[in-house]
């Protein structure tokens, strides 16, 4: 070969390597800017300030295509490189990336765990899921940053000059990578914890319709008035809306007795406020209840007796009614905060809600037993 020839086949080798490391460098700082505004995208993401499912999952992918991104230069490295600081500098900027990642990763983990006001508890779970998928990607794209360092180092040509500025990008490498792991591996075991139980959320739309029927009644009870001619049809009415509410109490309670026994729970904080509610209303259903009681043993005089026969016997159901009610709803927030995960974040909560119940309970208990000693005191007086 002639030294013109061997001068051009040199001149077009120079060319091919410098357009081939002007295309890696310009691909790193692609990846660079890509994954910079990936982050920026999950910093910007709350679930405590309305961000739902749906967006975490766009975020995921955007994460997955950013995997890709990386795997594509990697795949399309070949021997010999020439490292430059500028591909130093993307290689340090992706793993400091990929660290600030799995911050954001545990932030939205945390939110998830400490949500007050979830919409239903598929989207409880769908967040869940959303979160594990987040952290296994966050973690599949650290190893492919990692990967792809380690093959752009190997196949470098002038790692000797390099050198002390190589060591520094591993140093950091490393060390990022350790912190994602365990990062990670803290969020994943968070998560399956948090998934293996039962969020309280799940009673809340019952615990909300026992709630507004609840007041619907003692609303009815205080607007009504008993005479010797109506009580019986008067309380036979009351009785009734009585027993679907203390039937909706008990199916709930049976609900949330199964799930107890197959998973702890997870208290939701308007769980908590909506047994503090209803201990309020049981008690107040058994004030109107001892209101009627009296009533009935001041007017039973005036009273026919078949009208006065159906009128006690409708009070001692109405008394039945409040007291179970009452006793299942007391009984199942037992149950869901004795075997609470949570029970040590929600435990000012937790106690002053017992607090409100045993109070409400004691008062409860008071008047539905005067109701019920009153009630048979008629009965007995007047041979029913």
């Known amino acids: ?156 040509d002038n790692i000797g000059s390099m050198a002390d500025k190589i060591v520094v990008t591993m140093t950091l490498q490393s060390g990022n990578m350790q912190f994602i792991q365990a990062s990670l591996l803290t969020i994943q075991q968070n ?63 049976t609900f949330a007795s199964l799930n107890s026994a197959m998973a702890s729970h997870y208290i939701n904080g308007d769980t908590l406020t909506y047994f503090s509610d209803l201990s309020e209303i049981n008690r107040a259903l058994a004030q109107s209840t001892e209101n009627f009681a009296k009533t009935v043993q001041l007017i039973a005089p005036l009273t026919e007796t078949p009208v006065l026969s159906d009128a006690t016997i409708t009070m001692l159901k109405l008394v039945q009614d409040i007291r179970l009610m009452s006793d299942r709803i007391m009984e199942m927030s037992d149950k869901i905060i004795v075997m609470a995960d949570n029970i040590g974040v929600m435990s000012d909560r937790i106690v002053e809600v017992e607090g409100i119940q045993t109070t409400n309970m004691g008062y409860t208990v008071d008047s539905l037993s005067t109701s019920q000693n009153i009630t048979i005191g008629i009965i007995e007086s007047y041979g029913l």
């Open 1 to 156: 070969m002639s030294n013109k020839h061997f001068a051009a086949l040199f001149l077009l080798l120079t060319l091919f390597l410098a357009n081939a490391q002007a295309s890696l460098t310009t691909d790193l700082q692609g990846v660079v800017s890509q994954g910079s505004a990936l982050d920026a995208n999950l910093s910007a993401f709350s679930f405590s300030q309305g961000d739902d499912c749906s967006q975490l999952g766009t975020l995921n992918t955007s994460v997955e295509e950013y995997i890709e991104s990386i795997e594509v230069i990697s795949a399309q490295l070949s021997s010999p490189l020439s490292l430059t600081q500028e591909d130093l500098t993307s290689l340090d900027a992706m793993s400091t990336i990929g660290r600030s990642m799995a911050v954001e990763s545990a932030r939205i983990a945390l939110e998830l765990n400490s949500i007050e006001s979830v919409a239903d508890l598929f989207e409880y779970r769908a967040g869940l899921s959303a979160v594990l998928r987040l952290s296994d990607d966050i973690g599949t794209m650290a190893d492919r940053i990692l990967e792809m360092a380690n093959r752009i180092l190997v196949m470098a």
């Open 191 to 253: 998560m399956a914890a948090l998934n293996s139980s039962l969020s309280s959320i799940v009673y809340n739309l019952t615990l909300d319709q026992i709630q507004s029927d609840g007041n619907t009644l003692n609303s009815d009870m205080n607007m009504t008035i008993l005479t010797n001619f109506n009580m019986a049809d008067e309380l036979g009415q009351l009785q009734a809306q009585s027993a679907l509410l203390m039937g909706k109490a008990v199916s709930l309670y």
